[in-house]
């Protein structure tokens, strides 16, 4: 069976590399963009079968990823948001927009696997 492909947008270098090395140790391929312009880049050329991504990031803000991703490259992929910024206003723009889950930091990453194997196992 093909390793499912995870794109994770996350500016904070520790935290990165600490849920790179978690998921890919879940079974997991995973593509890593530091910001909201490597989102679009690594997007421009691939179909990640989930992204993870921080609504806190330069360039390219989680909420506007979602935006991008289900009006402008009309695409359904499940998107889950990690985020230290949890507050209502934040959750419901994420929601509104289209985001499939929203996590608040600091994350498990045993949990985040959970999250990440319920969106892929949704029919």
């Known amino acids: 069976m093909d390793k499912k492909t995870l794109l994770l947008a996350e500016d904070d270098e520790l935290l990165a590399s600490l849920l790179h090395y978690r998921l890919e140790k879940g079974g997991y391929k995973v593509s890593h963009a530091h910001d909201g312009k490597e989102v679009k880049e690594y997007l421009a050329s691939n179909v990640p079968d989930i992204i993870v991504s921080d609504i806190m990031m330069p360039y390219f803000s989680g909420i506007e ?6 009006n402008e490259l009309n695409s359904q992929i499940p998107i889950i948001i990690l985020s230290t910024a949890g507050n209502e206003e934040n ?13 608040s930091k600091p994350v ?8 990440v194997e319920r969106e892929l196992n949704k029919v």
């Open 108 to 115: 498990s990453p045993s949990e985040l696997i959970v999250r």
């Open 65 to 70: 990823l979602i935006d991008f991703v289900r």
């Open 91 to 103: 959750v419901l723009s994420a929601f509104k927009l289209g985001a499939n889950d929203f996590v």
